[in-house]
T-cell receptor, first 112, second 111 residues
Framework: NAGVTQTPKFRILKIGQSMTLQCTQDMNHNYMYWYRQDPGMGLKLIYYSVGAGITDKGEVPNGYNVSRSTTEDFPLRLELAAPSQTSVYFC???????????FGSGTQLSVL | RKEVEQDPGPFNVPEGATVAFNCTYSNSASQSFFWYRQDCRKEPKLLMSVYSSGNEDGRFTAQLNRASQYISLLIRDSKLSDSATYLCVGDSMNRDDKIIFGKGTRLHILP
């Protein structure tokens, strides 16, 4: 099983560029999450989704957008990249409430 | 009060020692708790689920104290490979399915 797959693994953006971080899972999980982790800091929740067509803001949603058109995919969009968005981004999924999270291997993003 | 709070450490512990750390949570409705382990710049990986009765997995023991709203992790006979950051998380029974992590506790096992 592939589990949770994130692409790309690394990316360098210029200020003002846009990009989409891809996240897909093949476990038919309803719940999906996007986190960012700055160096030496904890995980911060950006957005999450409890099913196709449903998305909600997390702790730090500003500067990001998400969509959930299918159960498998939960892309994260950066419209106008800023240096403050330099971080490692993790996508995670779980089948339902009260279950453990399955994480992707992360995307390291630098905005210069 | 933050949803989840942990002592960030670092805890510097000699190999073979026993180490314990706690995680306090603010949402008394939380039903499920987990400890994750994270190595530097890698994705978190589940270490243990935490059950009301407590649970043990080899050298690791997790406990839940609902009255005081904290969970604990005990590591016995610590190994160099236990050096990592340990993250706790609680789930909510509200209709809000956010999962908020604590900042994590850094553990360094010293040879």
């Amino acid at each position: 099983n592939a589990g949770v797959t994130q692409t790309p693994k690394f990316r360098i953006l210029k200020i003002g560029q846009s990009m989409t971080l891809q996240c897909t899972q093949d476990m038919n999980h309803n719940y999906m999450y996007w986190y960012r982790q700055d160096p030496g800091m904890g995980l911060k929740l950006i957005y999450y989704s409890v099913g196709a067509g449903i998305t909600d803001k997390g702790e730090v949603p500003n500067g990001y957008n998400v969509s959930r058109s299918t159960t498998e995919d939960f892309p994260l969009r950066l419209e106008l990249a800023a240096p403050s968005q330099t971080s490692v981004y993790f996508c995670a999924s779980r089948p339902r409430s009260n279950e453990k999270l399955f994480f992707g291997s992360g995307t390291q993003l630098s905005v210069l | 009060r933050k949803e989840v709070e942990q002592d960030p450490g670092p805890f510097n512990v000699p190999e073979g020692a026993t180490v314990a750390f706690n995680c306090t949570y603010s949402n008394s409705a939380s039903q499920s708790f987990f400890w994750y382990r994270q190595d530097c710049r890698k994705e978190p990986k589940l270490l243990m689920s935490v059950y009301s009765s407590g649970n043990e997995d080899g050298r690791f023991t997790a406990q839940l104290n609902r009255a005081s709203q904290y969970i604990s992790l005990l590591i016995r006979d610590s190994k160099l490979s236990d050096s990592a950051t340990y993250l706790c998380v609680g789930d909510s029974m509200n209709r809000d399915d956010k999962i908020i992590f604590g900042k994590g506790t850094r553990l360094h096992i010293l040879p």
